[in-house]
C-alpha cells in the first residue's frame, strides 16, 4: 500500500500564481498538486493536497489524517505565526511532519520569523520557492521508509 502525504496549505494560497508573485511565483496550487502528485507516483506515494482559509477547517483536517495519512507537509502560510490550535492539532498527529515555506520568512519582517509549527516539524523548509514541496515530499518519503 503507497504511503499517504497530505499536502496541507493554509489561508491565501489558494490564490498562488497571482498574489504577489515577486514574493511567491507564478505556478498556482494546481501546478503543485500536479508536480507533487508526478513525484509521488515515481516515489511509489500518494499525495492529497488540501487548502483552506479557516483555522478551524484546517485544524478538522489534521484532526482528520490521524486517518487517513502516513505524513503531513505543511505551508500553514500566515497561521505558522499566530495559531497554536494548529500547533496542538499537529502534536496529536502521530507521523512525520514537515513545514514549507514558500518565501525566506528569516528574510522578511519580524513577526515572521517564528513559527508556532516549527517546534513539531521534523524539518523545515523556506526560501525555495515551490520547489520546496517537492523537496520536501522526497525527505517525507524517506522519513516514511
Ligand atoms: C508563507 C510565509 C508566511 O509568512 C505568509 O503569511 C504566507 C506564506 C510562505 O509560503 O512563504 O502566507 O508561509
Known sequence: MPKQILILNGPNLNLLGTRQPEVYGSDT???????????????GAEVA????NHEGALVEMIQEARNTAD???????????????????L???????????????????SFRHHSFVSARAEGVIAGFGVEGYQLALRRMVNLLG
Open 91 to 109: 502534536n496529536m498527529f502521530e507521523g512525520p511532519v514537515l513545514e514549507v515555506h514558500i518565501s525566506n520568512i528569516h528574510q522578511r519582517e
Open 29 to 43: 496550487l494546481a501546478d503543485v498538486e500536479r508536480d507533487c502528485a508526478a513525484l509521488a507516483a515515481e516515489l
Open 71 to 89: 505524513g503531513i507537509i505543511i505551508n500553514p502560510a500566515a497561521y505558522s505565526h499566530t495559531s497554536v490550535a494548529i500547533l496542538d492539532a
Open 49 to 52: 493536497l488540501k487548502q483552506s
